[in-house]
């Protein structure tokens, strides 16, 4: 079967970590190059996996092996480069979340569209060993219906650099929260409204660049179950995310915050460590979403994580600051 060429644009944690799973755990797919702006880095990882390298995108978009595109850039690039890639014939991958803004989004759309290729967004949570047996048991019926979807998602600190800033990566909505809104859609169903409360507990700098690290979100799916997401940016041992689906004949629990692998036993007892970060936590769940990619290019069907679920994703984020400023529950529109 023919591979699939890869260029990864972006070499930042996520971009080397789908670097690597390209180069060396996908079989159909052949990583072609790397790009970044900053050349040394460019050079290093491409020498490092043994492929070529590029400073412009532009001209890894000329390179006739490149099929298609892994974007991991900073959030307020992607619009830009999805669009680029488009217009260049080039399938894409794009790091959540797929814009900042429902406008970025609808643009992204019409490209993509216009282009004929197909895109993904990388909500790797859906491969998630844990996430892809619970929205199996609910569509069994093995809990009845679904009364209710709670989420606790913890990050261990604050974003560094332009993820900081609310105005490039949408804030603790959409760059930290985005993928607890995508798991509730995919496993319960469309979220018609949202009520949130937000503040300012942990860090001043969070609360002088206009963002909160503290919400609670309280929403309505549109089938009638409820939900709740809680998200902080800070949890002192480590990566806490944990999931609990109610339904009417049972419950189902996905994740931990604890480490089950290691743990050091004393005569005070036996303690446990947290998860340090999410690479360790979805290391498999980014293998399966890029093999996905890779089946629906060259099979030519949807991906399983289309534009139209990145956009339903950001409307859901921008609802939720609305409700803070407005103080009151705010619809979800669903164009």
Not at 61 to 71: F, G, K, Q, W
Not at 311 to 326: D, F, G, N, T
Request: hydrophobic residues 40%; contains cysteine; proline residues 4%.
């Amino acid at each position: 079967m023919k591979k699939l060429g890869f260029a990864v644009v972006g070499l930042g944690r996520i971009g080397k970590l789908h670097a690597e799973i390209l180069r060396f755990k996908i079989e159909n797919a052949k990583l072609v190059a790397v790009v970044d702006v900053v050349e040394d880095l460019a050079r290093s990882v491409a020498e490092r996996l043994g492929v070529k390298y590029y400073t412009d995108l532009d001209k890894a978009l000329m390179d006739s092996e490149v099929d298609a595109v892994v974007i991991a850039t900073p959030t307020f690039l992607h619009r830009d480069m999805i669009i680029q890639s488009a217009k260049a014939g080039k399938h894409i991958f794009v790091e959540k979340p797929m814009t900042v803004t429902s406008s970025e989004a609808r643009d992204v759309i019409n490209a993509v569209s216009a282009a004929k290729v197909k895109l993904m967004v990388g909500y790797m949570r859906r491969f998630d060993h844990g996430y892809r047996k619970a929205k199996e048991a609910v569509e069994r019926g093995e809990i009845g219906r679904v009364i209710s979807f709670i989420s606790i998602a913890r990050d261990p600190g604050p974003p560094p650099g332009w993820a900081a800033e609310p105005s490039k990566s949408g804030g603790i909505f959409l760059d930290q929260l985005s993928h607890d809104f995508d798991i509730a859609r995919w496993i319960v169903g469309e979220v018609s409204e949202v009520y949130v409360i937000g503040g300012n507990y942990l860090y001043e700098e969070i609360k002088q660049r206009g963002d909160l690290d503290v919400v609670s979100i309280l929403f309505r799916f549109e089938n009638g179950a409820q939900g709740f997401i809680q998200g902080t940016r800070r949890s002192v041992f480590g990566y806490d995310l944990r999931t609990e689906i109610y339904g009417e004949k049972g419950t189902i629990y996905i994740g931990s915050n604890i480490d089950n692998l290691y743990a050091y036993g004393s005569e005070k007892g036996v303690v446990y460590y947290g998860i340090p970060w999410f690479e360790k936590r979805f290391l498999d769940a980014y293998v399966e979403e890029l093999k996905s990619f890779v089946d629906a290019v060259l099979n030519d069907r949807d991906p399983p994580i289309t534009a139209v679920d990145g956009l339903r994703v950001i409307q859901i984020a921008e609802a939720c600051w609305r409700s803070v400023k407005e103080g009151k529950p705010v619809t979800v529109p669903r164009d």
